[in-house]
């Protein structure tokens, strides 16, 4: 083996990212193109809130913040924390991104040769970070309808599973889980005593009804939410997780040595972000959504998203690969479902962008709707 390559730990090869690098690429590319891929708010992050952020960088607080947050921030986070579920073990601490928040709680819980199981589609990072810490991916079909197979999940548990990560809103398909889903899989993780991690980025982004965390019907489920999407801030990788203490002072530790902290300006202006009304944002997704949804239902096949900010339609024809070229040929990037899935029937489409974009892209959508 080249004496480079030898140096390359084996933790890193069971997972790579070449699919996704392949569509920046190809971005790159294009010319000013209708870019139907991205996965953040096309909203810049509201002037009040980029206020803050300076004046917080004005003010000094440019060194580093407690490892767990800084005290506004966590006050204000506890405080609502416990208004919603009233749990005295229910601890929050303030992490470098909702990515930075789902390392930390696989570093913290999964041994080598745990089994941790997540639905497929899933969002790009999770097969990644289960392989990072030595974990085996158990991936479980959550096709045609994106909800969960309760019966198959249950079968799908063995003495080696520790973990069960649920998403909704989903990406990439947008899904929400019903309410029966939610409560079933967090009664179920309970039971069999499995750690169940929701990663509910998108919770501000339910479009049809009131976001519902499982940590409503289990007390030891890990929540981990950030303000990436809510405010377009996804530079400034400020999120937070709650959970139980014992878990959550564990993922302390952790970050005390790896991100140390999350970026203390963003902090400060985080506190203030978490008064600021985002409804009128959130009100526009929705109606893009609806017009989405009707001008391409008989076109596609595909579930009707009720939150975040994707739509997940089934292949007309072809392959993903066959499709998107197609869809690149006409300046249109979406992206293949294979990116996100051991399928390769559905891609998925970003409505994250501004009307006059959409209305373009919708135009391309409908013209290769056909080989
Ligand atoms: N979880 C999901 C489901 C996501 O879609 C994303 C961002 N694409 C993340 C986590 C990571 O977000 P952050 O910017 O907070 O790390």
């Known amino acids: ?117 997540f639905f497929d589609p899933y969002f790009v990072m999770y097969p990644a970070l289960v392989e990072l810490v030595g974990g085996v991916p158990i991936k479980l079909s959550s096709y045609p309808d994106f909800q969960i197979d309760l019966e198959a999940l249950e079968q799908a548990i063995t003495d080696r599973t520790k973990m069960i990560i649920v998403n909704s809103p989903s990406n990439p398909t947008g899904v929400c889980y019903s309410q029966d889903v939610i409560q079933q899989v ?40 950030g303000f990436s999407k809510t405010y377009a801030m996804t530079g400034w990788r400020v999120a937070y997780v709650h959970g139980p203490s014992k878990i959550i002072d564990t993922m302390i530790k952790i970050q005390q040595y790896t991100f140390v902290c999350a970026p203390h300006p963003a902090q400060v202006a985080s506190v203030y972000a978490m008064d600021f009304d985002i409804t009128p944002y959130i009100d526009t997704y929705r109606q893009r959504r609806d017009f989405m949804v009707e001008e391409l239902r008989n076109y596609y096949e595909f579930v009707k998203p009720g939150g975040a900010f994707y739509l997940f339609p089934k292949l007309p024809w072809g392959t993903g690969q066959q499709f998107v070229e197609r869809a690149i040929d006409n300046n249109l990037m979406v992206i293949p479902g294979s990116i996100f899935s051991d399928r390769d029937t559905h891609f998925r489409i970003s409505y994250a962008v501004a009307d006059e974009m959409l209305e373009r892209g919708i135009k391309v959508l409908k013209q290769i709707a056909k080989p």
């Open 1 to 117: 083996m080249p004496l480079l390559e030898s140096w390359i730990a084996d933790r890193t090869r069971n997972f790579d990212s070449s699919g996704i690098r392949k569509m920046f690429d190809l971005a790159d590319k294009l010319d000013d193109p209708i870019n139907l891929s991205i996965g953040q708010p096309d909203f810049d992050v509201p002037d009040p809130i980029k206020s803050k952020m300076i004046q917080a960088v004005e003010d000094g607080f440019n060194g580093y913040a407690l490892t767990q947050g800084i005290p506004t921030l966590r006050g204000k986070l506890q405080e609502a924390i416990d208004l919603e579920y009233g749990d005295p073990d229910r601890k929050v601490f303030v992490c470098s991104g909702t990515s930075g928040g789902l390392f930390l709680s696989a570093l913290a819980m999964i041994n080598p040769g745990d089994e941790v199981i």
């Open 186 to 225: 967090a009664e179920l993780a309970d039971r069999k005593g499995i750690c169940l991690v929701s990663d509910e980025i998108y919770s501000r982004f339910s479009m049809d009804n009131e976001h519902l965390s499982p940590a409503s019907y289990n007390k030891k489920t890990v929540v981990i939410d």
